[in-house]
C-alpha cells in the first residue's frame, strides 16, 4: 500500500499467465520507523485485495 508497485498490474499479469504458485510479502524495514509485524500484515492485505480484484483464487 505505502511503497510504488502496482500490486493491480502485478495481480492482472499473475491471472493472465494464469500462475498458481507462491507469492510471498517481505516487510523490511527500520523497526523503529515502522513496525515490521504491522507492515507486513498491510502489505498481506493489499496483496490479497489486489489478487481477489483480479479473480485469482486465494488457498490460505
Known sequence: GDGF???A???K???EIQY???VVVEAEQDPE???PLEYSRM???HLRKALQ???ITIDH
Request: aromatic residues 14%; contains cysteine.
Open 43 to 45: 502489505g498481506c492485505e
Open 33 to 35: 520507523k515502522a513496525n
Open 5 to 7: 508497485i502496482d500490486f
Open 53 to 55: 480484484g483480479a479473480s
Open 13 to 15: 499479469i499473475l491471472a
Open 20 to 22: 498458481s504458485g507462491w
Open 9 to 11: 498490474g502485478f495481480a
